[in-house]
């Protein structure tokens, strides 16, 4: 899979099938969550296959909840392994975050402390998802707005820290190294240049909102501002030509308008040198 992709959303599907990869030369596959068509029936996973007939897929969870303390849920691995499978993916990511306590599901992407501590228990999790499902598993770095304590660690070493201790692939989010660093007083290159760049296996960009001057919510919803495709450049430079993935999950603009941010991602992928070897994802 290479090249640049956009992430599936009902709202976009019609706009897609109707053009097609002959008059979308610069989209090159598709990512979707799993949890919107899992145990569905109807227009969902007939969107969803019509869509798999034109472009290659990736995948990217949201309920995993890999840093959590709740045992991970067996039905839900299970299906998403089948599901995984029949999409025939090469990979599978979710977040570096919890979202569920003590059986109740948040909707959140909520933080995990950066402490050592953190490190071996969410890398524990992720080896025991990484045994239950049939591609290999990715975790993605998240946006956050209060950290918790203790955190001993700075993002890029907890990032480093986990992949290696769970010996997986890194889903590398632009974008929130960009919030990150804008809402916390830190250097997003510096932070780029911590992570594991030789396990990032696809990279996400996406648009944010100043709700103040000093101040970013990561809402998905905005067009890409100039500041994250030059931080995208900056990580390609030293990935490779990884896959880009473009997130936009509201306020969605006219297709042109949204692949014309597409044709502008792919310009800079291209430009990208070719990546060097990457260690093998189990």
């Known amino acids: ?162 992949c290696a201790e769970a010996d997986c692939g890194l889903l590398l989010d632009v974008n929130n190294v960009f919030v990150n660093a804008e809402n916390h007083g830190g250097d997003a290159r510096k932070i780029i240049e911590k992570m594991p760049l030789d396990r990032v296996v696809q990279i996400h960009v996406a648009g944010h909102w100043y709700e103040e001057p000093s101040f970013i919510i990561d809402t998905h919803s905005e067009p890409v501002r100039e500041e994250v495709y030059e931080l995208l450049a900056f990580t390609l430079e030293r990935t490779g030509k990884v896959p880009v993935l473009l997130e936009r999950d509201d306020d969605f603009p006219p297709f042109e308008e949204l692949y014309a941010e597409i044709e502008q991602l792919d310009a800079i992928w291209r430009a990208a040198p070719e990546p060097a070897k990457k260690r093998a994802m189990r």
């Open 1 to 162: 899979m290479r090249g640049v992709g956009l992430g599936l959303r009902s709202a976009l599907l019609d706009d897609l099938l109707a053009r097609g990869p002959e008059g979308l030369p610069a989209l090159g596959w598709l990512e979707c969550h799993p949890e919107n068509y899992m145990r569905r029936g109807g227009r969902f996973p007939d969107g969803l296959a019509r869509a798999r007939e034109l472009w290659p897929f990736a995948t990217h969870g949201l309920s995993m909840s890999l840093g959590g303390t709740d045992p991970l849920e067996r039905e839900y691995l299970r299906t998403l392994g089948g599901f995984l499978g029949d999409l025939a993916v090469p990979w599978h990511s979710d977040h570096l975050c919890f979202s569920s306590a003590q059986g109740v599901a948040t909707h959140e992407l909520l933080p995990l402390p950066f402490s050592e501590e953190a490190v071996r228990h969410v890398a524990r999790r992720v080896r025991e998802a990484q045994g239950a499902l049939p591609v290999p598993l990715a975790v993605e770095n998240v946006s956050y707005y209060v950290l918790p304590t203790p955190s001993t660690l700075d993002e890029g070493e907890f990032v480093s820290a986990v």
